[in-house]
């Protein structure tokens, strides 16, 4: 199988400020949010980080999309390194959370022509992938409606559609249901199911064990920053349910750091 | 370069797709200069004159068959007064009051004694206006009296002229109307321009750098494969194109209301400078306009939010009037050395110009100096777009 997600020795360190500090009722100056975080995704498969509040998964999924840089470690996404080229990086994912806005002021339309000429897509190939999407999302009745009179599950709509203007082969989401009704939500999983058989490859992140028992097919648990197990979803529950197992897990991990 | 243009693009559909935004940042700063300053004009000219047609409502006495025509030719509607001399109450309360405008008051045998009169022998005849100084018709009625009478003396005696048929015929007033003019517009001008660009740059650029930080909207144009110089310099470029409308929009408000202003006493010498000199100012503005925004878009980008920002601009506002203000007070000379400090060049630049003392040398420096710098914070701010604690601190 193609490693299409190579993730070596990750960290990431955050200075605090003092407010963070009260923030976070600590008195330590520095957070280690990822800390040797190592895992691989193959070509065609959907792997789920799972990991309370705090695990360091968004931080993860964004040095791999190139917002922030690792302090030390790398990853390979399709071969390409994230510390040495994260421009090509980024123009072969797609990447979202809810972190990414789109500006109120515009339309699906515009935005969406927008974002294709800075991922270089051809003028008809957006095109038809307008044509696709839109009406795949039903957004097609909102495509000239200004972006910040859309209700919040058709911006995310808009904005997940908008991640994936240049077709990419691998797609990293931070949290995808989140925020969604149970209708939406299905939308977006029922769509994510499907560009796995277009053998895309699809990493997210997520502390909802439904999510990652309907559509992964491994799955990484991390705690504080490290990964606790990493292995296929059967494997990984040997029989019980994911929530059993994350609990087991997770006692183990908690016990070792006290 | 591309994607500068695509961003470009968009910044400018943003700006010109918003009616509201274009009214308040492009019309509305030059509309209201332009209304203020014709109202202070009009306000200040309606104190001291009165309105070009008005025909004023006045007394006479003894009025002399021989200046019956002419004094008929003022504008003034006269009534023949025939009570004595002083004048009654009745007539004095009258204009007191503001109903009648004036009395005019000649002596018995006016003409007779007049003519008769030797300078220095006795007395000569005197003719009385009355009127009132707080009503601005009344005092307009007695310096058309007085004019009337000061050249009707004139032509009786009249022993030499000085300046004969000046304003029509010969210029005796050898001092340039350009240096007049240009000293005026030289020392207040740079700095009305500067504030102009100032106030354009703050209306756009910390609302679409700070504003699209604060809305979580430039970390989407972030995780696109475009270079961070790409969209460093299309926002620089989007955002002085606006600042200039906004600026020019502040500029031509002023232009145009400053002959209200000035009223007639100065003229207004705008037609004295040529084209080069338009072109040089203008060179100057728009080099003048990328410092500026990309200064302002150097403190949006480091400030957490738009509010944040304005705050922090602030000061930056404090140095260029201070610096815009220095030739006003002839403060700060010119020369070489200073054509090489951005914005201050400019000032001193922009204040040759309007004095008829630039030097295209000069001007060229500035530009130069001024491009240059511009390019150099863009640089920066390219650096900043790629520096995560600049883009995504917390
Ligand atoms: N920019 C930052 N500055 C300081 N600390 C940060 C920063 N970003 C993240 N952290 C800290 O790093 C840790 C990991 O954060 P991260 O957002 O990656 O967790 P997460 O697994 O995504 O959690 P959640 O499920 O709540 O989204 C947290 O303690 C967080 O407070
Ligand atoms: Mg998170």
Redesign the pocket.
């Known amino acids: 199988m193609e490693e299409l997600i190579q993730v070596k020795e990750l960290c990431k360190t ?1 200075k ?1 400020s003092a407010k ?1 500090q009260k923030l ?1 009722k600590t008195k330590e100056k520095t ?1 280690v ?1 990822v800390d040797g975080l190592s895992f691989t995704a193959y070509k065609g498969e959907v792997f789920g980080l799972l ?10 999924l964004r040095m791999l999309a190139t917002l922030i840089r690792p302090d030390s470690g790398d990853a390979l996404l399709d071969g390409v390194s994230v510390t040495k080229d994260p421009e090509t990086v980024r123009s072969r994912i797609g990447f979202l959370t809810s972190e990414l806005k789109l500006e109120d002021f515009f339309s699906p339309n515009y935005l969406f022509q927008f974002f294709a000429s800075l991922y270089g897509v051809p003028q008809d190939k957006a095109l038809a992938r307008r044509e696709e999407l839109f009406s795949r999302f039903g957004i097609d009745r909102f495509a000239e409606v200004k972006v910040g009179d859309l209700s919040t599950g058709m911006k995310q709509k808009v904005s997940l559609v908008i991640s994936l203007v240049h077709d990419p082969d691998i797609i990293i989401f ?2 995808p249901t989140n925020g969604l009704d149970v209708l939406t939500a299905k939308v977006v999983t029922d769509f994510l199911l499907d560009l796995r058989a277009q053998g895309k490859t699809i990493l997210l ?1 997520t ?1 909802i064990f439904s999510l990652i028992e309907k559509i992964c097919d491994r799955v990484g648990i ?1 705690i504080s ?1 490290k990964m606790a197990v990493c292995d296929t979803l059967e494997k990984i529950c040997g029989g019980k349910s994911l929530e059993d197992r994350f609990f087991e897990v997770y006692r183990e991990k908690a016990g070792d750091l006290e | 370069m591309n994607n500068m243009l695509v961003i470009i693009k968009k910044e400018l559909a943003r700006f010109f797709g918003d009616k509201r935004l274009v009214f308040t940042t492009a019309i509305m700063p030059g509309l209201l200069i332009f209304l203020m300053y014709t109202l202070m004009g009009e306000g200040l000219m309606r104190e001291f004159t009165t309105e070009e047609d008005y025909i004023a409502k006045a007394y006479v006495r003894n009025m002399p068959a021989e200046l019956e025509s002419s004094l008929k030719e003022l504008p003034v509607e006269w009534e023949i007064w025939d009570g004595g001399n002083p004048a009654s109450d009745q007539v004095l309360q009258e204009i007191a009051e503001g109903e009648r405008d004036g009395l005019l008051v000649f002596p018995d045998r006016f003409m007779q004694d007049m003519l008769a009169y030797e300078a220095g022998q006795g007395e000569a005849p005197n003719v009385e206006i009355y009127y009132n100084s707080e009503e601005s018709n009344s005092g307009a009625f007695r310096s058309a009296a007085v004019r009337f009478l000061d050249q009707l003396e004139e032509s009786v005696a009249n022993k030499f002229d000085i300046n004969r048929g000046e304003g029509s015929l010969g210029d005796y007033d050898r001092v340039s109307e350009q240096s007049v003019m240009g000293q005026l517009l030289a020392g207040l001008l740079p700095m009305l321009i500067m504030t102009f660009i100032f106030s354009g740059c703050t209306a756009v650029a910390p609302e679409s750098i700070a504003g699209e930080k604060e809305r979580g909207t430039i970390a989407t144009l972030l995780v696109t494969p475009m270079k961070r110089s790409a969209l460093a310099l299309g926002k620089i470029v989007s955002l002085s194109v606006i600042a200039l409308l906004a600026g020019l929009s502040s500029f031509l408000g002023t232009i145009l209301s400053l002959p209200k202003l000035m009223t007639d006493e100065v003229d207004f010498g705008a037609a004295s400078y040529t084209a080069l000199d338009y072109g040089l100012l203008f060179a100057v503005i728009l080099s003048t306009v990328l410092v500026t925004v990309a200064v302002i878009s150097l403190i949006s980008a480091g400030a957490k939010s738009v509010k944040e920002a304005s705050t922090a601009i602030a000061p930056f506002l404090s140095v260029i009037v201070i610096v815009s203000l220095l030739p006003l007070f002839h403060l700060g000379g010119g020369g070489k050395v200073a054509d090489l400090i951005p914005l201050y060049n400019s000032v001193m630049t922009m204040n040759g110009i309007f004095s008829f003392e630039s030097s295209v040398s000069d001007v060229v420096i500035t530009v130069l100096v001024n491009f240059a710098a511009a390019g150099i914070l863009g640089g920066i701010l390219t650096k900043m777009f790629s520096s995560e604690k600049v883009m ?3």
């Open positions: 955050f605090l963070q976070e957070k949010a990991g309370p509040n705090g695990a360091g998964k968004t931080t993860t931070d949290e992140s502390h991390m920053g | 995504f601190n917390r």
